[in-house]
């Protein structure tokens, strides 16, 4: 009995060997992130994905299948986390945001005109949601990120489809906002035009998407309509090819029994596509 427990771990750890190579991270970075330089000192309502001044904002970023071009073509490709830097520009306090991530993927490339106004798009449900503290005297004058963690409930993304990002930001009160002009300005990216954003310190983006006048956003709202990306890191992970698995498309071979992963034999002429053990090596069969 001991040795089948040994057999059945040994299994296992193959098993879960083969997973972890099978599942590839990667990192893909829209605009300079690691050196960025650019800021952003405009308007506090042309500034993405946030601007920390207000109680309340909402942005909404399209980013087109030519700037995911590395992620799509990657197999089976989930996104597991999104990054955004920011400086701390002389802000003296803490900044506390409930904060509201919502994916999803859309054909467009660009947001729609309608009678001269821009349109942002309709969402609903977040694929995220946290609150969060930034502690502003701590990171003084220094870079600091943003980060949303998808690890546990990945987003998984089409070829030649864009991803339209919608983040809302809200204090805890309609008081909390940053004192002074300087409230932490993210890092651009270059790309105009593929963001927009809403700015109030009464009205949260949620409830004014509700509302009669969206889908427009004007200035009379507070919003921005040709904003920059900020620089972007979006972590994911894609499928490739486990090592030291042979894909075979049939099983004929009978020069040794096939096992699953439990440890069970198999009939080789009959495989269900999967993992097996054969002859010593993984086989994926197709």
Same mark, same amino acid.
């Given at each position: 009995?001991?040795? %089948?427990?040994?057999?059945?771990?040994?299994?296992?750890?193959?098993?879960?060997?083969?997973?972890?190579?099978?599942?590839?991270? @990667?990192?893909?970075?829209?605009?300079?992130?690691? !050196?960025?330089?650019?800021?952003?000192?405009?308007?506090?309502?042309?500034?993405?994905?946030?601007?920390?001044?207000?109680?309340? /904002?909402?942005?909404?970023?399209? =980013? /087109?299948?030519?700037?995911?071009?590395?992620?799509?073509?990657?197999?089976?490709? &989930?996104?597991?986390?999104?990054? %955004?830097?920011?400086?701390?520009?002389?802000?003296?306090?803490?900044?506390?945001? *409930?904060?509201?991530?919502?994916?999803?993927?859309?054909d467009e490339t660009a947001f729609a005109v309608v009678?001269?106004?821009?349109?942002?798009?309709?969402?609903?449900?977040?694929?995220?949601?946290?609150?969060?503290?930034?502690?502003?005297?701590?990171?003084? =004058?220094?870079?600091?990120?943003? %980060?949303?963690?998808?690890?546990?409930?990945?987003?998984?993304?089409?070829? @030649?489809?864009?991803?339209? &990002? /919608?983040?809302?930001?809200?204090?805890?009160? !309609?008081?909390?906002?940053?004192?002074?002009?300087? =409230?932490?300005?993210?890092?651009?990216?270059?790309?105009?035009?593929?963001?927009?954003?809403?700015? *109030?310190?009464?009205?949260?983006?949620?409830q004014y998407a509700q509302g009669e006048d969206f889908?427009?956003?004007?200035?009379?709202?507070?919003?921005?309509?040709?904003?920059?990306?900020?620089?972007?890191?979006?972590?994911?992970?894609?499928?490739?090819?486990?090592?030291?698995?042979?894909?075979?498309?049939?099983?004929?071979?009978?020069?040794?029994?096939?096992? *699953?992963?439990?440890?069970?034999?198999?009939?080789?002429? *009959?495989?269900?596509?999967?993992? =097996?053990?054969?002859?010593?090596?993984?086989?994926?069969?197709?």
């Amino acid at each position: 009995m001991k040795k %089948f427990y040994l057999i059945l771990a040994a299994m296992a750890a193959m098993s879960l060997s083969a997973q972890a190579d099978s599942a590839v991270s @990667g990192t893909l970075f829209v605009g300079d992130y690691e !050196d960025a330089n650019e800021i952003y000192n405009g308007s506090y309502f042309d500034m993405a994905p946030t601007n920390f001044y207000l109680a309340h /904002t909402g942005a909404q970023l399209i =980013y /087109t299948a030519d700037e995911l071009a590395d992620l799509q073509d990657k197999r089976d490709a &989930m996104v597991t986390g999104i990054s %955004f830097k920011f400086t701390n520009a002389g802000a003296y306090e803490d900044i506390t945001r *409930n904060v509201k991530l919502y994916l999803q993927e859309i054909d467009e490339t660009a947001f729609a005109v309608v009678e001269g106004v821009k349109q942002f798009f309709t969402f609903d449900n977040p694929v995220l949601e946290f609150e969060v503290t930034y502690n502003m005297l701590d990171i003084y =004058y220094e870079d600091e990120e943003i %980060f949303f963690d998808l690890a546990d409930a990945p987003f998984a993304v089409s070829p @030649g489809k864009s991803l339209l &990002m /919608t983040i809302v930001f809200d204090a805890l009160d !309609d008081d909390n906002c940053t004192m002074g002009s300087d =409230y932490a300005p993210f890092y651009t990216s270059g790309i105009r035009g593929k963001g927009m954003v809403y700015t *109030n310190n009464w009205t949260g983006f949620e409830q004014y998407a509700q509302g009669e006048d969206f889908p427009d956003a004007t200035a009379m709202l507070g919003c921005g309509t040709n904003v920059e990306l900020p620089v972007t890191k979006i972590d994911y992970l894609y499928s490739e090819n486990p090592s030291g698995v042979a894909e075979v498309t049939a099983a004929a071979e009978k020069d040794g029994p096939y096992y *699953n992963l439990m440890g069970q034999p198999m009939d080789a002429n *009959n495989l269900p596509a999967g993992l =097996y053990l054969h002859n010593g090596k993984k086989v994926l069969v197709k």
